[in-house]
């Protein structure tokens, strides 16, 4: 199954058999001073920087959340849209929990979006789905229902059911979903990672769409958070995970050895061209 967005140049096409896609999530206020004052000034050259470092460092897809408290997040996100859209090809994930704020983007949007996102909640249904369907957008689905965030595998499973069918009876196609199984972090809930692998094998089996993981909840409150979250990425990937939503320059490495070694680099390619500007930036540093 592929899951395709886009930009006004550029198309990422998601899939098992296509090498992992990176959403970089730079661009977002949450423990970041510096972003959140600028945002609040108005000033968006930091997120015209940010979406273009991103984009060199290797993520395929540019997460946008402007929601800092004091900002107008409905007036602000279009103009973000707009500025990273002029900085970069590279397609954008639209993150906010204010619905008008994502319809504002939309309206500016060029091409096919990526929204972030959707849950199980009956409210979160009713406002997210109709906006995914009139801008023919594709959405990240998260498995969260009205109790909450589950802790076992059986629950996951069952609010990607129930997301894929709201998706589907509202008329939007199956493979415009990504799912997110969500994990807890390791240090409280020493089962958390065994029952999101689980989680995203059964799904991926039973219901065939893209899955989507973040990189750091896993690890919170842990030390070595980076050699967690690597370990983390290649085995969501191993089973089943197709899109990640990371600091691309923190795990890039990482991701192309694994899909390396999962058979989605022909001849290496990917991983070499990789090792030779890696090789060639500590050179001129």
């Known amino acids: 199954m592929e899951t395709k967005v886009s930009g006004a140049k ?72 707009k500025i990273v859209q002029e900085a970069v090809d590279a397609p954008i994930c639209l993150d906010s929990p204010n619905t008008a704020a994502i319809e504002a ?72 979903v990504i799912i997110d199984v969500l994990a807890f972090a390791i240090g409280a809930e020493s089962k958390s990672g065994l029952d999101v692998l689980e989680a995203i094998r059964r799904i991926r089996e039973e219901l065939g769409v893209n899955m989507a993981m973040g990189a750091s909840n896993i690890s919170f409150g842990m030390p070595d958070r980076p050699i967690i979250n690597n370990a983390w990425l290649s085995a969501v990937i191993a089973a089943g995970a197709t899109a990640l939503i990371v600091d691309a320059a923190k795990v890039r490495p990482s991701v192309l050895a694994t899909d390396l070694i999962l058979g989605r680099d022909r001849f290496a390619r990917r991983f070499i061209e990789d090792h030779r500007k890696r090789e060639q930036a500590l050179k001129t540093q």
């Open 10 to 81: 550029k198309e990422v096409i998601i899939s098992i058999n296509r090498p992992t896609v990176l959403i970089g999530e730079r661009i977002n206020p949450t423990g970041k001073k510096k972003l959140a004052e600028a945002l609040n000034s108005g000033d968006l050259d930091i997120v015209r920087k940010e979406a273009i470092a991103q984009v060199a460092a290797g993520a395929d897809i540019i997460d946008i959340n402007v929601n800092a408290p004091g900002v107008n997040d409905v007036a602000l996100l279009p103009k973000a849209v």
């Open 105 to 176: 983007a939309l309206k500016v949007y060029k091409g096919k979006a990526l929204i972030n996102s959707v849950s199980g909640e009956e409210h979160s249904l009713k406002r997210v789905l109709p906006l995914v369907k009139e801008y023919g957008a594709a959405v990240i689905g998260l498995v969260q229902d009205d109790e909450g965030i589950p802790k076992n595998a059986d629950r996951r499973v069952a609010i990607a059911y129930k997301i894929i069918n709201a998706v589907e009876k509202a008329g939007i196609p199956r493979e415009d």
